[in-house]
Nanobody, 125 residues
């Protein structure tokens, strides 16, 4: 079973940038699709972005499009979430995840079964 490990969270100010990493422990990702999600206090977990590991295609939630960028480094077996122009509303625990079905290009939280432990991002005003 794949284990995903996020890192890179922290406390930043409005307008700052931050890079999150998602690594597959033990080797490569088991699925071609990796999603990023976030959960703010008192709110449901929500989709942030998605990437195809092999093809590199990406898609983003409207709320982060133009500010967040997902990339991957195959040599390091790592997916990155670069976050620019951060706002207090971006404060959340950020997770990377893999869907249960291989190649399932989905933004639905319920279809992801492998999750990392999350990394906290706090944006102060």
């Amino acid at each position: 079973q794949v284990q995903l490990v996020e890192s890179g969270g922290g406390l930043v100010r409005t307008g700052d940038s931050l890079r999150l990493s998602c690594a597959a422990s033990g080797g490569t990702f088991s699925n071609d699709i990796i999603g990023w999600f976030r959960q703010a206090p008192g709110k449901e977990r929500e989709f942030v972005g998605i990437v195809a590991w092999n093809g590199g295609g990406t898609d983003y939630a409207v709320s982060v499009k133009g500010r967040f960028t997902i990339s991957r480094d195959k040599a390091k077996n790592t997916v990155y979430l670069d976050m620019d122009s951060l706002k207090p509303d971006d404060t959340a625990v950020y997770y990377c995840a893999e869907p249960g079905s291989r190649g399932d290009w989905t933004t639905k939280v319920s279809e992801y079964v492998y999750w990392g432990q999350g990394t906290q991002v706090t944006v102060s005003s």
